[in-house]
């Protein structure tokens, strides 16, 4: 069966096991994901389906994946919305966070994705898939693994690694779990990409079709993401910045028809678009009929502020005459210092496609909020399907972040960063002259605020580019030097409780 057809079938289910419940008696009361490991030992579609279900489950988690790379950053902050508060967004991006008030226990259930990764890597070996789908697929999930995992060590540091499937429990202290210090995570991340460049071979081509399963590129541009921040945050220095660069180039090798800036923006998240998309790397994928993006409601209207609200700074036109079907909540917002920075000097088309400002429809129409629309998905009839993809790295990803290691090397950025201005601004586009590492590093973060809006990539750059840029963009009233634990999340009182052998994340 082909995989992509497997995944539109799978995509519905958060577990692949379920998939075969209907191949068990009633008498026998077996987990499914246990199910799922005996017959995918001796059959492929059931390997297939374990496989693929990775995917599924990986898709569950975009809201948190989103949360954690965007919303403790200077986007969103102090915003001005119509509606009450969300709360989770409102606790990130005040950092109101402590021991007493966590804004993700059990490890925002990153290690059931974990497990299931783990339990593939474990039945493909053994499995009856040729031995070209075996490599392919552990690549890929390697590849997944170290994605995970190093999105949780820029979360909370040091976690506990488990890299082999859970077997019989028979006790709660086969449970019990140290953390692994950053330093063990991070050769653990770095072991997996190994890995995975090893597995895929020398062929970087690209998935035809949707790119919804990981690849080499994919890799490759995640080993750039991590070799710049071991090297700015865990003594790599130049050594690490320089394989960043180098695995980076390699990509940017590559840039022609299949992979490249789209030259218009909004074609990399039109949902008529996806298939061999030149600017997408690896996305979290939706589909109507199957399932749809929830994530970004809270960033859109209701039905009556739909007609309350204008696009411009008069009565007309209103919300509800170009978007006629949208109907969520504005409860997350852009304050007006932010609104002012981001639709200020030439028309930036990152900026036009990615949110539209909400405006009072009476005179003197003040300023009510803004719309996300990079996610609002497409119209199928009367009603607003939410069915963009969620890109996790594309093109753009590879030029910034290859500008940044440049940058972190005393090398000169400007090819990509006027690549992407280009693209941004067209003939408008403003010149950049390299100047300081700071200064070039500043020019790149602006490019990276603009360009991912809604993407969960802003309080990762910061994070990425060091402690000093953190605090210069991060209202110091929530975030300073004096509040250095708060980078890192902390953990539980439960989770504390519950597990002997963990301890609270430093400075907490």
């Known amino acids: 069966m082909n995989r992509n057809k497997l995944f539109l079938i799978l995509i519905s289910f958060v577990f692949a096991g379920s998939l075969v419940s209907c191949k068990k008696m009633l008498e026998e009361v077996k987990p499914q994901d246990q199910i799922s490991t005996q017959l995918a030992l001796t059959d492929p579609n059931a390997t297939q389906a374990l496989y693929v279900g990775v995917y599924s489950r990986l898709r569950a988690y975009n809201t948190t994946l989103f949360n954690l790379g965007e919303m403790r950053s200077d986007i969103w902050a102090d915003g001005i919305f119509t509606e009450s508060a969300d709360g989770t967004s409102q606790q990130l991006y005040t950092h109101n966070i402590s021991a007493l008030n966590v804004p993700y226990s059990s ?120 070799y710049i921040w071991s090297g700015t945050h865990l003594g790599g220095g130049a050594a690490d910045f320089t394989k960043a660069k180098t695995a980076l180039q390699e990509v940017k090798s590559m840039e022609g028809a299949t992979m490249n800036l789209n030259t218009t923006y909004g074609n990399t998240f039109d949902p008529t678009k996806k298939s061999n998309n030149p600017e997408v790397i690896f996305a979290l994928n939706y589909e109507l009929g199957q399932s749809q993006m929830g994530t970004f409601s809270i960033f859109t209207v209701n039905g009556v502020q739909s007609s309350s609200y204008s696009l411009a700074q008069a009565a007309t036109p209103q919300v509800n005459t170009v978007y006629p079907y949208v109907n969520g909540a504005n409860r997350v917002g852009m304050n007006l210092a932010m609104i002012s920075r981001l639709t200020s000097g030439p028309a930036d088309q990152r900026v036009n496609y990615s949110v539209k400002v909400m405006y009072s429809v009476s005179s003197p ?17 009367t009603s607003q399907v939410y069915n963009n993809d969620f890109p996790v790295y594309r093109y753009a990803d590879v030029l910034l972040l290859l500008a940044e290691a440049k940058a972190k090397l005393g ?66 009233i929530y975030l300073s030097p004096s509040t250095t634990a708060k980078m890192l999340l902390p953990i539980s ?12 994340t430093p400075g907490y």
């Open 107 to 226: 490890w925002a259930s990153f290690y059931n994705l974990i497990y299931q990764i783990n339990n593939v890597l474990n039945v493909l070996p053994q499995s009856p898939v040729t031995q070209a789908n075996k490599d392919k697929w552990m690549a890929e999930m390697y590849g997944l693994r170290a994605y995970v995992y190093y999105t949780m060590l820029k979360t909370w540091g040091g976690v506990p690694l488990t890299t082999e499937p859970v077997a019989n429990i028979t006790n709660a202290a086969q449970t019990y779990k140290a953390r692994t210090t950053p330093d063990s995570v991070m050769l653990q991340v770095k072991n997996d990409i190994d890995k995975s460049l090893q597995l895929f071979g020398t062929s970087n081509t690209m998935p035809s079709g949707n790119r919804v399963f990981w690849n080499r590129v994919a890799t490759l541009t995640l080993k750039g993401d991590v």
């Open 365 to 381: 129409f003040p300023v009510r909020g803004v719309l996300l629309t990079k996610w609002i998905g497409s119209v199928s009839g």
């Open 411 to 476: 090398e000169d950025p400007t090819a990509e960063i006027m690549q992407i201005r280009t693209r941004a601004y067209g003939s408008s586009a403003p010149a950049f002259t390299s100047g300081t590492i700071t200064d070039n590093m500043n020019a790149i973060l602006e490019e990276y605020l603009r360009e991912f809006i809604g993407e969960g990539k802003r309080w990762w750059a910061l994070r990425r580019a060091g402690d000093s840029y953190v605090y210069a963009n991060i209202n110091p």
């Open 493 to 504: 009182t439960s989770m504390l409780n519950n597990d002997p052998l963990l301890t609270q």
